[in-house]
């Protein structure tokens, strides 16, 4: 199951729509979508509150983030994930995060930025793992090496997170096209 979150304007001050998409090698078999606070808490929650909602629940494998931070910096306690869906989480990034720039967003200009820097921190790096970054919890680097292979057809981003940008645009802005995935 793969999530993302839905375009907002650096402005917006509020909930953000996130979506998540379930499938099954490469069919799509369910769409769920939520709400987290932007630069909030309740990302977490509210991802394993859809897990929960999915009626896949009992199938899935893994869980995948493109990037540990929804809606700005609502920031994924990605153990805690594990812990309540007892799904290991994969997080992927295209490129390594600028970390010294993050701290620093975080403890200057985010309420409670001191403990998101903690979440992200406990992490660790990012490591390159088939043409991406990732971090991982509950998997081995060779267990996401053999699901990113088998979830990644159009590039290089797995098809469910790169399912749920393209709605999470879609309904947003009324065309996901000419975005970059």
Do not use: Y
Not at 35 to 45: F, K, L, W
């Amino acid at each position: 199951m793969g999530f993302d979150d839905a375009p907002f304007e650096r402005s917006h001050r509020g909930n953000v729509a996130v979506f998540g998409t379930v499938f099954a090698r490469r069919d799509l078999h369910a769409v769920v979508s939520g709400q987290v606070r932007r630069d909030g808490r309740n990302s977490t929650s509210e991802l394993a509150r859809l897990v929960a909602v999915s009626g896949a629940a009992e199938h899935l494998h893994l869980i995948l983030l493109q990037g540990v931070a929804l809606a700005g910096f609502n920031v994924v306690d990605a153990p805690a994930l594990h812990a309540a869906t007892g799904l290991p989480v994969l997080i992927v990034a295209r490129k390594p995060p600028d970390l010294t720039r993050i701290r620093a967003a975080l403890l200057t200009q985010v309420p409670g930025g001191a403990r998101k820097w903690r979440l992200i921190d406990a992490l660790g790096p990012m490591e390159p793992c088939r043409g991406v970054q990732v971090q991982r919890v509950g998997l081995s680097l060779p267990e996401a090496e053999a699901a990113l292979g088998a979830l990644t057809f159009t590039g290089c981003i797995p098809e469910p997170l790169r399912a749920a940008h393209l709605i999470a645009g879609g309904v947003t802005r009324g065309s996901s096209g000419g975005q970059r995935v």
